[in-house]
T-cell receptor, first 115, second 113 residues
Framework: EPEVTQTPSHQVTQMGQEVILRCVPI?????FYWYRQILGQKVEFLVS????????KSEIFDDQFSVERPDGSNFTLKIRSTKLEDSAMYFC?????????????FGPGTRLLVL | KNQVEQSPQSLIILEGKNCTLQ??????????LRWYKQDTGRGPVSLTI?????NTKSNGRYTATLDADTKQSSLHITASQLSDSASYIC????????????FGSGTRLSIRP
């Protein structure tokens, strides 16, 4: 069964450094998403992406964040200058469309630790 | 403010028993309500999706119900198995935004042999 994959599974970085989290969505999906989950807290929506542009973003997704689909398969989340509070699990998800009954399929996540 | 609240926060039951998890939401209007299962350190996996017009949806041993009038949903698990140990998360999509889904904090379910 097709699945969303994410790399790396774990990333440790120094505060102020740039990180790029990578995702390979399911191949026939058109909508892509990033979420984050700070340890012990709820999953939070960051951004959705369709047709090579951001369709929606949350208040969390400020100028430090950017997303890109550099080729036909990868979907990336870049954090320009990481802060301690960026430490979290980051989940990528994809869906065929954004209709009411459509399922979002989540990847296994990347655990980011900012020191 | 749109919120999704779940109860109980955690639950321990014996293998083979049934259980029911609750979700209350204030999101209005909403387009759909989903239940996800999240194993520790893994991404959420969809169990059921219900639109505002549906009352119940089943997926194997999982049955979700929805009461749009009281803004409550429940997830019933029958004949629990050890592999059901996980967090179960209620997720609601506002009608105005299919993407900006709102997650509950989840119920941590532990199945004991």
């Amino acid at each position: 069964e097709p699945e969303v994959t994410q790399t790396p599974s774990h990333q440790v970085t120094q505060m102020g450094q740039e990180v790029i989290l990578r995702c390979v969505p399911i191949s026939n999906h058109l909508y892509f998403y990033w979420y984050r989950q700070i340890l012990g807290q709820k999953v939070e929506f960051l951004v959705s992406f369709y047709n090579n542009e951001i369709s929606e973003k949350s208040e969390i997704f400020d100028d430090q964040f950017s997303v890109e689909r550099p080729d036909g398969s990868n979907f990336t989340l870049k954090i320009r200058s990481t802060k301690l509070e960026d430490s979290a699990m980051y989940f990528c998800a994809s869906s065929r469309d954004n209709s009411l009954q459509e399922t979002q399929y989540f990847g296994p996540g990347t655990r980011l630790l900012v020191l | 403010k749109n919120q999704v609240e779940q109860s109980p926060q955690s639950l321990i039951i014996l293998e083979g028993k049934n259980c029911t998890l609750q979700c209350n939401y204030t999101v209005s209007p909403f387009s759909n309500l989903r239940w996800y299962k999240q194993d520790t350190g893994r991404g959420p996996v969809s169990l059921t999706i219900m639109t505002f017009s549906e009352n119940t949806k089943s997926n194997g041993r999982y049955t979700a119900t929805l009461d749009a009038d009281t803004k409550q949903s429940s997830l019933h698990i029958t004949a629990s198995q050890l592999s059901d140990s996980a967090s179960y998360i209620c997720v609601v999509s506002p009608y105005s935004s299919a993407s900006k889904i709102i997650f509950g904090s989840g119920t941590r379910l532990s199945i004991r042999p």
